[in-house]
């Protein structure tokens, strides 16, 4: 006899792992305007490795309500999702249940959410040993991994306004 177990996993997050924050921007197809893009993603490396990490951020993103591998979520329809995004001092901060994230932001990616009022947050499940934080990324790993269809089914896809101390 074969049993299923109902026994939910905690959320820890530990098991989430070194987390880190890639942000760029490029010319989106639809209006060949800047979008400002947030990649978020484990290098795998807490106690329980990668799939642990893997199942951390799914439980992560359920729990914030937010699909993995789409739709798209706009946080301006959504106000009671639990996800913003600050863009201050040259910096984006993500602040999500359990979770605060800031990354130094180019010029570039500043002047495209000033325009846009949003930018484009991507969160996988899929882990990213090879980009560790501090460690410059080559624009062409950055766009192999980002665009890989792996690390697109496997993230959540969010259009997150941005928001300013100035207001």
Known sequence: MTSTS??????????????????????????????????????????????????????LLRNTGLPIGGPVVESSRNPSLPLTLLVEAGQAVLN????????????????????????????????????????????EDLAAFAGAEETMTSAAHCLLTAKSLRG
């Not at 760029?24 to 807490?46: I, Q, T, V």
């Not at 002047?111 to 949003?118: D, F, K, P, Q, T």
């Not at 991507?122 to 080559?138: H, I, N, Y």
């Open 6 to 59: 109902s026994e939910t996993r905690t959320f820890r997050p530990a098991d989430l792992g070194t987390l880190t924050v890639v942000a760029w921007s490029g010319e989106h197809p639809e209006d060949e305007k800047d979008m400002p893009f947030l990649l978020a993603y484990s290098l795998g490396d807490g106690e329980g490795g990668p799939e642990a990490a893997t199942e951390a951020i799914e439980h």
């Open 96 to 139: 999500m249940p359990h979770l605060n994230a800031q990354c130094v932001v180019p010029p570039e990616w500043l002047a495209a959410v000033g325009e846009r009022g949003h930018a484009y947050f991507m969160f996988t499940t899929r882990p990213w040993p090879e980009a560790k934080p501090g460690v410059p990324l080559a624009e």
